[in-house]
Nanobody, 124 residues
Framework: QVQLVESGGGLVQAGGSLRLSCAAS????????MGWFRQTPGREREWVAA????????HYSDSVKGRFTITRDNAKSMLYLEMNSLKPEDTALYYC?????????????????WGQGTQVTVSS
């Protein structure tokens, strides 16, 4: 059973940067695609970015493209999300997730394992 733990969230001013990390344990994620999602109260969980098993292929939602970068370190079982030029609308609880398939996807239902989330708050 894979456990995912996010960290790195916090309060930042608009225009600032944060780096989220996601540590995997209890099983391997190195052969599987992973992703970042976010959610605000009263709204559905929203896909942010996805990365394939090797880290070569990445995908981003239009709302974060050009500002966020998803990377992974399979040797360390880590997933990262570098967030730059943050906006107040990026405020959300950010989740990392892992599939049991190598292909990156934005489809929430295809992710099997989820972390508990880390809060990102961007002030204007």
């Amino acid at each position: 059973q894979v456990q995912l733990v996010e960290s790195g969230g916090g309060l930042v001013q608009a225009g600032g940067s944060l780096r989220l990390s996601c540590a995997a344990s209890g099983g391997t994620v190195s052969g599987f695609a992973m992703g970042w999602f976010r959610q605000t109260p009263g709204r559905e969980r929203e896909w942010v970015a996805a990365i394939n098993w090797s880290g070569i292929t990445t995908h981003y939602s239009d709302s974060v493209k050009g500002r966020f970068t998803i990377t992974r370190d399979n040797a360390k079982s880590m997933l990262y999300l570098e967030m730059n030029s943050l906006k107040p609308e990026d405020t959300a609880l950010y989740y990392c997730a892992s599939r049991q398939d190598a292909i990156a996807t934005k489809t929430l239902s295809l992710y099997k394992y989820w972390g508990q989330g880390t809060q990102v708050t961007v002030s204007s």
